[in-house]
């Protein structure tokens, strides 16, 4: 079953601004993590958070989460045309490494120059 | 150098067909998968490999068997292809204790 839900599915910024995508997901995780996907290419890992940790910060990157409500942020601040990319939650319930990770639907990020 | 690598790319075949995928990694993990991504870019884990050992195998039909002959290799095999496989097959790997993910290019599977 699916596990997290991105908000909002599609996104449309000018270039430098920052955006934010949402996850939610539903059951208990060790972590969760961000991938970044460009069209017809495989997805590449951003950040990975842990369940005990709520804020994280990468470069340009920001997340944060919140176990209690079950949700997770990624910032991009000062976007660039090269973010465009469709970007995906992804959670592991045991973090020991061997289960697979739960995907999102992901969210479309597209950046106007 | 690439990390995950997969062959081949593109794959177009009719149903009823047999095929395989192929899957290497060179970053030494311990672990790898197979993911399938829909039409709808959705991704879902079809199996995880643990020192050649079946880690999870969700509901996959059975027609799919993947194939581990080392600890860098995965390969897919599928029997009597249906539309339904028509898919991009992702294969990943990671060191057990890291967590992050590796992905590979992606095979984009179409069944005609």
């Known amino acids: 079953s699916q596990q997290g839900e991105e908000d909002p599915q599609a996104l449309s910024i000018q270039e430098g601004e920052n955006a934010t995508m949402n996850c939610s997901y539903k059951?208990?995780?060790?972590?969760l993590q961000w991938y970044r996907q460009n069209s017809g290419r495989g997805l590449v890992h951003l950040i990975l958070?842990?369940?005990?940790?709520r804020e994280k910060h990468s470069g340009r990157l920001r997340v944060t989460l919140d176990t209690s409500k079950k949700s997770s942020s990624l910032l991009i601040t000062a976007s660039r045309a090269a973010d465009t990319a469709s970007y995906f939650c992804?959670?592991?319930?045991?973090?020991?490494?061997?289960?697979?990770?739960?995907f999102g639907k992901g969210t479309h990020l597209i950046i106007q120059p | 150098d690439t990390a995950v690598s997969q062959t081949p790319k593109y794959l177009v075949t009719q149903m009823g067909n047999d095929k395989s995928i192929k899957c290497e990694q060179n970053?030494?993990?311990?672990?790898m998968y197979w993911y399938k991504q829909d039409s709808k870019k959705f991704l879902k884990i079809m199996f995880s490999?643990?020192?050649?050992?079946?880690?999870i195998n969700e509901t996959v039909p059975n027609r799919f068997s993947p194939k581990s002959p080392d600890k860098a290799h995965l390969n897919l095999h599928i029997n009597s292809l249906e539309l339904g496989d028509s898919a991009v097959y992702f294969c990943?790997?990671?060191?057990?204790?890291?967590?992050?993910?590796?992905f590979g290019p992606g095979t984009r599977l179409t069944v005609t």
């Open positions: 992804a959670t592991s319930e045991s973090g020991g490494g061997a289960d697979g990770l739960t």
């Open positions: 970053l030494g993990h311990d672990t």
């Open positions: 990943a790997s990671s060191s057990v204790i890291a967590g992050e993910q590796y």
């Open positions: 059951t208990s995780i060790n972590n």
């Open positions: 490999y643990n020192n050649k050992e079946l880690i």
């Open positions: 958070i842990r369940s005990n940790e």
